[in-house]
Nanobody, 124 residues
Framework: QVQLVESGGGLVQAGGSLRLSCAAS????????MAWFRRAPGKEREFVAA????????YYTDSVKGRFTISRDNAKNTVYLQMSSLKPEDTAVYYC?????????????????WGQGTQVTVSS
């Protein structure tokens, strides 16, 4: 069983930055691919970024490329999402997700564990 706890969300003005963190329980975090998804009001959940267990493979959705950076610290069992140049359309609840294998994927149905989410609100 893996438990994921997100933090770092909040209210920020357009153009600002936030860093989300996701702390994972369990001794085998370093074996698991991780990802961030988000759900905006009235919209379906969408993929944001994913990282393989060792950090070698990273994926981003097109709308955040060049603005968001996913990273992980396996010694701390934590994955991060550094968000810069934030836009009002980035407003959403952001969820951390974990697989139980090393390979990252964009598909939400391939992730086995999910956090409770953290709200990010970007004002114009």
């Amino acid at each position: 069983q893996v438990q994921l706890v997100e933090s770092g969300g909040g209210l920020v003005q357009a153009g600002g930055s936030l860093r989300l963190s996701c702390a994972a329980s369990g001794r085998t975090f370093s074996n698991y691919a991780m990802a961030w998804f988000r759900r905006a009001p009235g919209k379906e959940r969408e993929f944001v970024a994913a990282i393989s267990s060792g950090g070698e493979i990273i994926y981003y959705t097109d709308s955040v490329k060049g603005r968001f950076t996913i990273s992980r610290d396996n010694a701390k069992n934590t994955v991060y999402l550094q968000m810069s140049s934030l836009k009002p359309e980035d407003t959403a609840v952001y969820y951390c997700a974990s697989r139980t294998i090393f390979q990252a994927t964009l598909r939400a149905d391939r992730y086995d564990y999910w956090g409770q989410g953290t709200q990010v609100t970007v004002s114009s």
